[in-house]
């Protein structure tokens, strides 16, 4: 008996990484891996003279059918496919301290983070993303308390295009049920990074863009307590997230780009010695590989397979035409001066160690088109630079 196509599906869903496109020879390596059930007939050859093994097809028939819905697979061409990140949403506290009279709130605003204390000295990087149970027993063997390893099971499953309610308080008031939100941010990739540890102040971080701030929304909502919360009741999330309920709606985006234009001068000293501050991140899934697939693909159509070169010398993509070389970095934050910021120094490293002779054309392609403000800043650029400069929007929709 072949084994039922629901079952491979499962497999993909369950262990194939998410926001990442992944060619054929992948996705079966992961299921070989992955499940020991394997029949006669899973295994036999597709036809006496197509030695493929029959799963195979299958895994790509259930793969066929669902592409046509992008919200479970989406498909590239050349046999690449790339299953989306889901938002989540969460509710974490605010105050640390073992009466809770700690408040990190403006330290978290300030570095754009949402942190945890419990198992203080232990750095977690190794288990971000881990599944719970060996994240659980890893704490527990350290004689961790209980809500030290149920908290941090949850933190470390944060990932960027997740929604995050900040609370101040969620003790009942007498009898009455209570929850207070301070602030609203969504989880992003920062510098590479989304998780990380800092013993002096923090404990662990979580990178995040604060999309509103400087709340007091009260919510009579009792059985939020703890410090995180996974939110999967939908009515709780409509009444809580109302206007986050998606990372990639203009409407959240708006928001970051009001506060970063707006954000006031601080007179605090880096207490946080060589970690950076900033704003560069993106609220939407990880989608920089997807991106620089369409777009690879959408230079051969235009100008021809052999002169478009993915990731030669560390360069995205490369066009090579008679009398020039355009390098593309494809960078993809949610504004067009982040993407600039971010990508320009590594076009000019890249091109100054290219042995090419032919005239250079350095291009930032993004998702977002630039505003007024940003195109500004592209023209200034481009006079200013004595080499040839653009910004490309590249939009995936």
């Known amino acids: 008996m072949v084994t039922p196509l629901n079952i491979f599906w499962t497999l993909m869903t369950t262990h194939l990484p998410k926001g990442k496109w992944l060619d054929l020879k992948e996705i079966y390596s992961t299921i070989e891996d992955n499940f020991a059930d394997f029949t006669a007939d899973d295994l036999k050859a597709v036809t006496p003279t197509n030695k493929e093994p029959t799963w195979h097809r299958n895994v790509r028939s259930v793969l066929q059918r669902r592409k046509n819905n992008p919200k479970e697979v989406q498909h590239a061409g050349d046999a690449k496919y790339l299953f989306p990140i889901s938002t989540s949403y969460f509710i974490i506290g605010s105050k640390y301290g073992e009466h809770n009279d700690i408040d990190m709130l403006p330290l978290m605003e300030e570095y754009n983070v949402v942190c945890t204390g419990f198992a203080w000295d232990y750095d977690m990087a190794n288990f971000y993303q881990k599944p719970e149970p060996e994240i659980t027993d890893f704490l527990k063997k350290k004689k961790e308390e209980p809500k030290s390893y149920n908290t941090l099971k949850k933190f ?144 051969e159509i235009k100008f021809g397979k052999d002169n478009v070169q993915l990731e030669e010398n560390n360069v995205d993509i490369k066009l090579f035409q008679p009398d020039t070389v355009t390098f593309y970095e494809v960078k993809p934050y949610d504004f067009a001066e982040d993407c600039i910021r971010s990508g320009l120094g590594q076009l000019l490293s890249y091109v100054f160690f290219d042995s090419d002779k032919r005239i250079k054309k350095l291009k930032i392609v993004g998702p977002y088109p630039p505003d007024k403000d940003e195109q500004n800043f592209i023209d200034f650029l481009k006079q200013t630079l004595t080499i040839d400069f653009d910004y490309e929007c590249f939009k995936l929709d």
């Open 156 to 299: 470390l499953q944060l990932k960027p295009g997740d929604v995050i309610a900040v609370k101040s308080d969620g003790s009942p008031k007498g009898r009455t049920p209570f929850l207070e939100i301070v602030a609203y941010a969504v989880v992003v990739e920062r510098d590479g990074e989304i998780y990380w540890h800092e013993k002096k102040h923090f404990g662990h971080c979580i990178n995040v863009q604060f999309i509103k701030t400087g709340l007091k929304k009260q919510f009579a909502i009792g059985g939020y307590g703890r410090t995180l919360h996974g939110i999967t009741d939908t009515e709780v999330i409509e009444t809580l997230f109302d206007e986050y309920k998606t990372a990639t709606s203009t409407s959240v985006r708006q928001k970051i780009k009001t506060k970063r234009r707006t954000r006031s001068a601080t007179a605090s000293k880096n207490i946080l010695g060589q970690r950076r501050k900033g704003s560069v991140g993106y609220v939407t899934n990880p989608i920089h590989n997807q991106i620089q697939q369409l777009f690879k693909e959408h230079l």
